[in-house]
């Protein structure tokens, strides 16, 4: 975003927003290390014109979003890999958590693995890239392992339980799609029965490769560092062994 934005900050925000079509000061504040410069930043950036505001209808109640002007000129400038076009009106209340927390996801792994990340690509711009393919991930990230030779990751983000029989279509078809694309799957988790249905209907359907690691939401995001993945045997594995 270097010339449209001379500041690194403004840059990232902008880049975030247009990737997913709007932001929060939540997701900001994990960008600025403060809440309140993240709210002088966007308060900032608004007086410009740059962003523009919203109502959620959720918490945090504002959001803000690239206006169509700023975002062509994003565009125009190809200073994105990909920018959403979102507007307002198509906002959906029951999509906002989900999209906030993969942020949030996104962020937390960029600053955790630094220079180890090559590449996170979220769900939004899967679908633009491979129009083809029937089931997407939440995300894919790839990243270099320890001793050398890339790893990649798909993500599936559980916010809420869902029946038996979503699940077992739902993970049928994301085993069939990562078997031959991913070193493992990760599973993030804000509720402990979300995770153990995830799990039973795992083991129910003999689903074995790739392996399936859990990881709770919160402690990923907040705690990186200490955030455990659990496999479907029990065992633990710190996030820094990926």
């Not at 900001?28 to 993240?38: D, L, Q």
């Not at 959906?92 to 927390?101: A, I």
């Not at 493992?184 to 402990?192: S, T």
Request: with cysteine.
């Amino acid at each position: 975003m270097s010339r449209i934005y001379t500041s690194e900050l403004h840059s990232k925000i902008v880049s975030i927003t247009g990737e997913y079509g709007y932001i929060t000061v939540d997701e900001i504040e994990m960008i600025t290390k403060s809440k309140r410069k993240a709210y002088n930043v966007m308060q900032y950036l608004t007086s410009r014109g740059l962003v523009r505001t919203f109502k959620t209808m959720l918490y945090p109640t504002k959001a803000y979003y690239l206006p169509e002007h700023i975002r062509k000129q994003v565009e125009s400038a190809g200073e994105g890999q990909y920018v959403c076009r979102f507007y307002p009106s198509t906002y959906k209340t029951t999509s906002f958590y989900h999209d906030t927390t993969l942020i949030k996801i996104q962020l937390a792994t960029e600053n955790f693995f630094n220079e180890r990340l090559l590449e996170f690509t979220p769900e939004k711009r899967l679908k633009v890239e491979n129009d083809k393919r029937l089931k997407f991930c939440d995300a894919e990230f790839t990243i270099l392992s320890r001793n050398g030779p890339e790893k990649k990751f798909c993500i599936e983000l559980e916010l809420s339980l869902k029946n038996k029989e979503t699940r077992e279509k739902t993970i049928e078809r994301l085993f069939e799609y990562s078997k031959d694309n991913f070193n493992a799957i990760l599973y993030f988790y804000n509720r402990k029965i979300i995770k153990n249905k995830m799990i039973e209907t795992i083991k129910e359907l003999k689903k074995q490769k790739p392996h399936a690691f859990f990881i709770n939401i919160d402690t990923y995001i907040n705690n990186t560092e200490l955030s455990k993945m659990e496999m479907i045997n029990n065992k633990t594995f710190q996030i820094g062994d990926l």
